[in-house]
């Protein structure tokens, strides 16, 4: 069976999985991602998606479109002729798009569906101090991350690791099991199965405001918490009324002296701050108006 792949995607997350199906020879004849915004300095530079710059290096066709239900966008998308559409990190599609190739279309998520239904899975996933976690490949239909599953792909997470780490490997282990999906809807091996939705578990788009640290719980879930918001939206407390991000924490299980929440210094080598049951040590942080930097480096310009 000949595939002809429209991609969908936006952030770096997505870029392996578009470059390993051109590395495998597969013909993917358009690319659509999210229109380029103003960022930078005062907002004022034009800013392509990372999916975008990739395509762009290929040579591939591109459609960004504001509205995915525009007669123009349906229009120029049928024109590509696709059979097959992949769907890595882009946003909800409605169903004149989804359901426009003859074979579907597959999305990559980044949990063990039914596991973590949602905008942040692999957060959530170390917030609730989860041992693994995963990839699965399904079929897009009407109610978010509920499509027959495909392929699925496990992923150990690490003790220490942050978010933001478990996000690059993540990255790589989604990008061979987009490839091993393609390979087999090619080969016409592979059959969509049901999801059990009583193992269903939501993973909701994490806020700023709902990231501070709640101090009084065990050393465990505020270091889970920790890592699990780090580097992004970052999990946060409060020092001398400014916001003080907290990026990088290893535990210590020892009986607090002081109440939870306390800071405990020594002004040169180490910060750490008291749990119901211990402290968590913090490596790396950002307070409000500087740069982010490792404890050591903060505590040479800081006096507690």
């Known amino acids: 069976m000949k595939l002809r792949i429209v991609f969908m995607g936006t952030p770096s997350f997505a870029v392996p999985s578009l470059s390993i199906l051109l590395e495998n020879g597969f013909e993917v004849v358009g690319v659509i991602t999210a229109t ?29 479109p504001k509205n995915l239900k525009d007669p123009a966008f349906l229009e120029d998308l049928a024109l590509w002729k696709a059979n097959l559409q992949i769907v890595v990190a882009f946003r909800m599609l409605p169903e004149v798009v ?16 039914p596991k973590y239904r949602g905008a942040a899975p692999l957060n959530w996933a170390i917030i609730n101090g989860d041992k693994e976690t995963g990839v ?8 978010i991350d509920t499509g027959d599953l495909l392929l699925q ?17 993540m990255m790589e282990l989604g990008a061979t099991t987009v490839l091993k999906t393609v390979q087999q809807i090619k080969k016409q091996e592979i ?17 700023h405001d709902t990231c501070q640290v709640d101090f ?19 999990a946060w407390t409060l020092l ?45 942080l950002q307070l409000q108006g500087r740069k982010r930097m490792p404890t050591t480096m903060f505590l040479n310009g800081f006096n507690f």
């Open 98 to 113: 989804w359901n426009m190739p003859e074979l579907g279309t597959f999305n990559l998520h980044g949990s063990l569906l």
């Open 36 to 64: 380029d915004k103003y960022g930078g300095r005062g907002k004022k530079t034009l800013i392509e998606s990372d999916v975008k710059k990739f395509a762009k290096s290929k040579g591939l066709p591109i459609l960004q």
């Open 240 to 284: 001398d009324g400014k916001t003080l991000k907290l990026l990088r924490s290893t535990k210590e299980m020892e009986t607090p002296k002081t109440p939870p929440g306390s800071f405990e210094t020594d002004n040169k080598s180490f910060l750490r701050i008291a749990t119901l049951d211990g402290y968590v040590h913090i490596h790396e």
């Open 136 to 143: 699965s490949t399904f079929f897009l239909q009407h109610e």
């Open 216 to 234: 009084h719980q065990n050393t465990q879930q505020v270091h889970d918490f920790i890592r699990g918001m780090s580097p992004y939206p970052a």
């Open 191 to 207: 059959t969509g199965q049901k999801q059990n939705d009583a193992l269903a578990s939501k993973a909701p788009k994490i806020f």
């Open 153 to 169: 792909e496990s992923l150990p997470i690490g003790e220490n690791e942050t978010a933001g780490e478990l996000h690059d490997r």
